[in-house]
């Protein structure tokens, strides 16, 4: 009964190909984003949705496409991959209005040769 | 600046010893703030809220100085499992009256016999 899951857990694909990353929370949240951590280990939001809409885009390139179907689900896809995307990919959830803490997935870890 | 900014250590700690990590955020009107714990390779997960009146759990304290803008955590009688990136969370409203989470980069902390 994992409360956040994302899915695969690891990625490896060639540059230039298409590949998407799930995610789905059972927490009963309203809010969803996307975090991406580099090499550096800094956690940086990419996206946010709240109720299936975004909220939050922070300069990510347009390659990066977020869907949430609903609010229980917030998708991945990136197209035209790039040796600069290898990182890990969180997905996390919360409930807008209380403020509270976010609850994260394991991690996806992309790995772009 | 940063909108959250921690020290990024390492803190090279023995067992036993006492550390202090401090955080430091940009935003005034921010309204949330959490202390959350990663282990390597592994997602991040909140170790303790942070309150205006400051909290302490077992061993670790967490105090909030909105005056000064900075948050800090506290260690006491470090064990070997306490060795992580240690992220100071913040929650600061948005556009279209959203709340963002924004990570520190994280302090690393290694406690060794």
């Known amino acids: 009964d994992t409360a956040v899951s994302q899915t695969p857990k690891y990625l490896v694909t060639q540059m230039g190909n298409d590949k998407s990353i799930k995610c789905e929370q059972n927490?009963?949240?309203?809010?969803m984003y996307w975090y991406k951590q580099d090499s550096k280990k800094f956690l940086k939001i990419m996206f946010s949705?709240?109720?299936?809409?975004?909220?939050i885009n922070e300069t990510v390139p347009n390659r990066f496409s977020p869907k949430s179907p609903d609010k229980a689900h917030l998708n991945l896809h990136i197209n035209s991959l790039e040796l600069g995307d290898s990182a890990v990919y969180f997905c996390?959830?919360?409930?807008?209005?209380?403020?509270?803490?976010?609850?994260f997935g394991q991690g996806t870890r992309l790995t772009v040769v | 600046r940063k909108e959250v900014e921690q020290d990024p250590g390492p803190f090279n700690v023995p067992e036993g010893a006492t550390v202090a990590f401090n955080c430091t955020y940009s935003?005034?009107?921010?309204?949330?703030f959490f202390w959350y714990r990663q282990d390597c390779r592994k997602e991040p997960k909140l170790l303790m809220s942070?309150?205006?009146s400051g909290n302490e759990d077992g061993r670790f304290t967490a105090q909030l100085n909105r005056a000064s803008q900075y948050i800090s955590l506290l260690i006491r009688d470090s064990k070997l499992s306490d060795s992580a990136t240690y992220l100071c969370v913040v929650i600061y409203p948005a556009s279209g009256g959203y709340n963002k989470l924004i990570f520190g980069a994280g302090t690393r902390l290694a406690v060794h016999p």
């Open positions: 942070v309150y205006s």
């Open positions: 935003n005034s009107a921010s309204q949330s």
């Open positions: 927490l009963g949240h309203d809010t």
């Open positions: 996390a959830s919360s409930h807008r209005l209380r403020n509270t803490e976010a609850f």
């Open positions: 949705y709240n109720n299936k809409e975004l909220i």
